[in-house]
């Protein structure tokens, strides 16, 4: 029993330089990562502002690692410290938690000394993503985000207009997906994704939004963050 719990007490000393070195590698990956998810990622959110987060979860799970693997105690007590943790922030987007699911496996690799194969694996995993999203890029034209809002008495029955905005929207794209259709004070809101071949389709679009909705505000996201229309 006395073996035991000093089997359960026990713990290696942790290499300052190793942990420094892998800090400062986390810190390049997180970087890295950071950039690969501003310049490919096709999220509506702010990148920018989501891609600050990189650093910290890579980092933190680097961190949290090289201790834990240091002593059972602290391996044990880990989950129940994770247990006792809530994160209440949504994560709306498969791709965010993708990311997230990236970085915090850098921060595992890295934690267990395995600087040289995280490195490289995630390296050419980012490298893939990057090809398959240029790929689908190239293949869907431009995809866009097209966020259109009806106010006042142009949307007092803003139900009866869906169909109209959706036939509008599907003459001039070679696809259309309504991500968001909200009603406020007769007021109408509505997201739509699409795909474009050309910018002359957006002109058309646009064109015909507003001689059939002359109120109506036309806005196009996309991830390059073209200006409004």
Known sequence: MQNLANFGAASDPISLITLAINLAVGVALSLVLRWHFEQFGSTLSNRQEFAQVFPFVLLTTTLIITIVKASLALS?????????????????????????????????????????????????????????????????????YLSLELPGKDAETPQDYLSQLTSITSRHTTHRDLRRYDIRNASLEATFMIDVANADQLLALTEDLRTAFPSIGVTFLDQSQMPSV
């Open 76 to 144: 044990l007590g880990l989950v129940g410290a994770l247990s006792i943790v809530r994160f209440r922030t949504p994560i709306k987007e498969p791709e965010e938690l993708a990311y997230l699911f990236i970085a915090i496996a850098m921060g595992l690799g890295l934690g267990a000394s395995q600087t040289i194969p995280t490195v490289l694996a995630g390296l050419s995993i980012l490298a893939v993503m990057a090809v398959l999203m240029q790929r689908r890029n190239k293949e869907v034209g431009k995809r866009l």
